[in-house]
């Protein structure tokens, strides 16, 4: 298979970096333009600013008449808003990686990097005003690096901060990501929306751009450190509190990656009571604290019926992978938000020096 222009130009980016020094970073910290990280581990990917077009009007279709759209064990980025859920696949946002969206009253940015198998998905609304992001075109840690098109701010993907510009040191407000494949999508949510290829770019989103990336062990890019406890492609859910990771294996929730049923871990992550749900089988996994608003704290168990419930508490209220009370006495109540998302393991161990790992 033939690699995208993408692709080669970062090889080729990569090949002169080897025939000569590292270029500085694109500004000196002790410049009129400060970051909040290394300036000269700040890089260039190649394609330029807006080189990969954000998506900001996305279509999207009923599954019921998709569900050819995708091979089975395609990845998607799936969001649930009200009474909407909307997936976004992998195919698509190989090639943008930002998808600007909104659904009723809230306006939210898909954020997806290729390089780091990371997506998370932000709040774009600020100082009352609406605003979108856009891909930069450079990367640190091998990570996109977004930029927010009101204030012209950098932002790190996966240090989940602002770095450079107007709004540095600001946290974008984060909601709940469920990644999954399609097949699985199909079965908890038969009645979501799907975003399509129509985005108003001529792109072949049927071939992956990167090659061999996503199960190879190299990278395009450099980091800073290298964590090798783990295949560094593994894919990861991570669990963020206070500045303070701990990774759960995909792989790790389930007997093998054939067993669909749902594992659940209870532990604490630096102090803090939280829950992990997931399936390797389904390539799933969600997090979510454990204590209640009112304090109440939550023992739960596994629920294997197929469908989008997961977790099942002491109290019989069952709830789905958006922490929401389907049945029971809480229905209609979620479980309180812990920063999470899935990444690839070498992206976790290069962001979080003092990363734990999960082992059974």
């Known amino acids: ?65 998709s569900s050819k759209l995708l091979d089975d064990n395609e990845l998607v980025v799936g969001f649930k808003y009200g009474n909407i859920t909307r997936a976004y696949p992998h195919t698509i946002l190989d090639w943008h990686e930002i998808v600007n969206d909104k659904i009723d009253d809230l306006s939210f940015s898909v954020i997806y990097c290729p390089l780091t198998g990371s997506a998370t998905i932000w709040n774009r609304e600020y100082d009352g005003k609406t605003g979108s992001f856009g891909v930069s075109g450079l990367l640190y840690n091998t990570n ?85 406890r783990l295949h560094a492609k593994e ?28 594992t659940v871990i209870q532990e604490e992550v630096n102090g803090l009571p939280i829950v992990v749900a997931g399936s390797a089988g389904r390539n799933l996994g969600v997090a979510f604290q454990r204590q209640l608003a009112d304090g109440t704290l939550l023992e739960f168990e596994a629920v294997n019926s197929g469908d989008n419930i997961v977790l099942r508490d002491q109290e019989g209220n069952e709830w789905d992978v958006f922490g929401y009370a389907i049945n029971g006495v809480r229905q209609g109540q979620q479980l309180q938000r812990v920063e999470s998302f899935i990444a690839y393991w070498f992206a976790w161990g290069t962001f979080y020096d003092d990363l734990s790992l999960y082992e059974e």
């Open 1 to 65: 298979m033939r690699l995208s222009y993408v692709f080669v130009t970062m090889i080729t980016l990569l090949f002169l970096g080897a025939c000569r020094p590292d270029p500085p970073g694109p500004t000196n910290s002790s410049g009129n333009n400060p970051w909040l990280i290394p300036d000269n581990e700040v890089r260039d990917g190649g394609p330029g600013k807006d080189g990969i077009p954000s998506v900001d009007d996305p279509v999207f279709t009923m599954i019921e008449s």
């Open 144 to 228: 996109i690096i977004p930029y927010d098109r009101k204030t012209d701010s950098n932002w790190s993907q996966m240090r989940l901060q602002c770095v450079n510009g107007e709004r540095m040191g600001d946290h974008p407000e984060t909601f709940n990501v469920v990644e999954t494949t399609w097949q699985n999508w199909r079965k908890m949510y038969p009645s979501s929306e799907v975003m399509t290829t129509n985005t108003g770019f001529n792109r072949d989103y049927g071939r992956y751009p990167y090659g061999g990336y996503r199960t190879n062990t190299q990278l395009i890019f450099p980091v800073s450190n290298l964590d090798d």
């Open 235 to 262: 894919r990861a859910l991570a669990v963020i509190v206070d500045g303070t990771a701990r990774g759960y294996p995909i792989s790790a929730l389930g007997e093998s990656e054939l067993d669909d049923q749902i």
